[in-house]
């Protein structure tokens, strides 16, 4: 084994929904020991906000419960986007972590649109709520200009449990390129919305994914109880986190879907030229600094929403219902969750009804899926197309993508371990044994079942 290699790696990994604690073999990257729970909302006041202080103790616990079995000698951590900490002069917020749901008077928003810079600088459309995180810092300035007075440094959000950690301010470009307004992708520098929000001199220093931020500081060592100093990485954007892995061990044009809250397009290898804002695509950064052309829609919470109640049937029993549906046209049309995606004007409803539980769950996957063909097409995505987290696991979806492409969709069967967390563990050096995807049959013909979806869009059905 490489002597720089670390035996074990614990990752922090906090999604909009949930957040867990997973311990990775240095060697394989093989998930040992997971800890996982809910990540709440608090409504307020000021705003919503994270409930940070429940998170740091999760993870201080789960830290705890891991350092003596199995063991760890390094910590990454990875992140949803749309986030940002507010520190103050003494390292303590300085304001809550706002929820990046939470929407905005009109007056605040159509300020944010005069200053918000076009999209040929920065490749990030405008986006509802605080989903740009430019908008973010703009209602924090605007509306609780005394709070923010006190702001002394400004880190994206893995950067922030880093320092919580560490006591090392940094920021980083994976989340600085997600669509937040504030990141000029084709320069690599900090786009003008930073100096027209007056706000360079609170922006931490950019570190990359890769560094070392510093050992966990004695205080939380104590805590936790580890015996020696353990390095923290940097940390990194969840969905680039993802593609990480993949960029390591393929040379592109290839297309990786992260799936979770949201389903998010990669089009490793694509030109960023022709993006469309209006229909959420936009130019990620990955772990190298380089623009990815990306498109995205909420669809994990949409699945959530319109299977709300349903127990999920077996594969052999959605595949059936599936069938069915294709048979009889039933479909779900966008949205269920209003203002993102490649359609943000429409809203959701169902053509006919399904008939049955498993008919319902086979209808939403095919939807989620016909949702994730219109984004890789709008990204100009090119061969082999990766899928990771929850919907890797939902057959319907993947025969669907596999027939409406005609390209090789693939899921890590073997892996063992979520996209998100393996990515984290990259940046301590696990580097994984080869792996083993398989490749999903075009089982499903869904070829006009599409071309009815795609017709119905521009219908006044």
């Known amino acids: 084994m490489n002597a720089s290699r670390p035996r074990r790696v614990a990752v922090i990994d906090i999604g909009k929904t949930n957040a867990k604690v ?9 998930e040992i020991a997971i800890r996982r729970t809910a990540n709440g909302v608090v409504a307020g006041p000021p705003y919503p906000h994270y409930d940070v202080e429940a998170l740091w103790s999760f993870i201080l616990s789960a830290l705890a419960s891991f350092a003596e079995a199995p063991g760890y000698d390094a910590i990454s951590i990875t992140t949803h986007g749309a986030s940002a900490a507010l520190l103050d002069a003494d390292g303590r917020l300085a304001m809550p972590v706002l929820d990046y749901e939470h929407g905005y008077p009109a007056d605040v928003v159509s300020d944010y649109a005069a200053l918000r810079p ?3 600088e920065t490749c990030s459309p405008a986006l509802p709520v605080g989903l740009n995180l430019g908008a973010q810092l703009h209602y924090q300035k605007t509306v609780f200009s005394e709070a923010f007075a006190r702001v002394r440094t400004i880190l994206t959000y893995p950067q922030y449990w880093a320092f919580r950690l560490t006591g090392v301010a940094a920021n980083e470009v994976t989340s600085l390129g ?3 307004d504030l990141w000029n992708p084709g320069q690599g520098v900090y786009s003008s919305l930073v100096d027209r929000l007056e706000i360079r001199t609170l922006m931490a220093p950019v570190r990359s994914a890769f560094d070392v931020l510093g050992p966990v500081l004695p205080e939380v060592r104590r805590v936790i109880g580890l015996n020696a100093a353990v390095p923290v990485y940097c940390g990194i954007h969840d969905s680039n986190a993802s593609l990480l892995p993949h960029l390591i061990g393929r040379q592109p044009p290839f297309s990786v879907v992260s799936t979770g809250t949201w389903v998010i397009c990669f089009a490793a290898g694509s030109d960023p030229a022709g993006l469309d804002p209006m229909r959420d695509t936009l130019s990620n950064v990955d772990t190298f600094a380089r623009p990815v052309p990306s498109a995205r829609f909420m669809g994990g919470r949409e699945f959530e929403i319109l299977t709300q109640g349903v127990v999920e049937p077996s594969p052999e029993a959605m595949e059936s219902a599936a069938r069915a549906v294709i048979g009889k046209g039933v479909m779900v049309l966008p949205n ?5 995606g490649p359609f943000p004007d429409r809203k959701g409803q169902w053509i006919g009804e399904p008939a049955s539980e498993a008919e319902r769950v086979a209808a939403v996957s095919l939807y989620v899926a016909m949702m994730t063909v219109t984004c890789l097409d709008l990204v100009k995505a090119a061969g082999p197309i990766i899928v990771e987290g929850p919907m890797s696991r939902n057959s319907v979806f993947l025969a669907a993508m596999a027939s409406m492409t005609g390209r090789d969709v693939t899921v890590d069967t073997d892996a063992g371990t979520s996209g998100t967390a393996l990515g984290a563990a990259l940046l301590a050096g696990v580097r994984p044994q080869a792996r083993h995807p398989t490749v999903i049959s075009p089982s ?7 071309g009815h979806w795609r017709a119905a869009l521009v219908s006044d059905v």
């Open 118 to 120: 076009a999209f040929p």
């Open 444 to 450: 499903l013909d869904v070829g006009s079942y599409l």
């Open 22 to 30: 997973v311990v990775l073999d240095g060697e394989t990257g093989a």
């Open 178 to 180: 997600c669509h937040t």
């Open 336 to 340: 269920a969750v209003d203002g993102s």
